[in-house]
């Protein structure tokens, strides 16, 4: 299974909620970013459609909301910690398990949570762009 058939069956799922809540919030609080950064495009030569405009805005800005990206990683870290927890017998050192969970997966953490934002954001532009109008 890809990624991407991941993302989609998480969003058949309806597990991607605060996603969608944040992609909205974030877009209203950006709304002349966003229209600064089309026109910026379009000067440059570069015609871009609303929704490229969008997503090549979060691309930019690389997260959409910090604060839950930041609590759904320590959400992952903790899941680590229980499982070397079980295999080991007795409680890991938590600061050893977040630094390597840190340098091994959260690049690719991040990528995969953009990734997801993109995908919902393809799923919902109609409602988004309204937002934008």
Not at 44 to 71: C, T
Not at 101 to 120: D, F, G, K, M
């Amino acid at each position: 299974m890809t990624e991407l058939d991941e993302i989609r069956l998480e969003y058949e799922a309806g597990r991607l909620e605060t996603i969608k809540e944040d992609i909205q919030r974030f877009l209203l609080a950006h709304r002349a970013e966003i229209a600064a950064c089309r026109s910026a495009e379009v000067q440059a030569g570069h015609a871009l459609s609303d929704a490229d405009s969008v997503k090549l805005f979060i691309l930019r800005h690389r997260s959409i909301n910090p604060q839950h990206e930041i609590r759904d990683q320590l959400e992952e870290i903790q899941k680590e910690k229980w499982i070397r927890g079980v295999r080991q017998g007795c409680a890991p050192d938590a600061q050893q398990v977040a630094s390597e969970w840190a340098h091994a997966h959260s690049a690719a953490w991040r990528q995969h949570r953009l990734a997801t934002i993109l995908y919902v954001f393809e799923q919902e532009q109609d409602r988004y762009l309204k937002l934008l109008a």
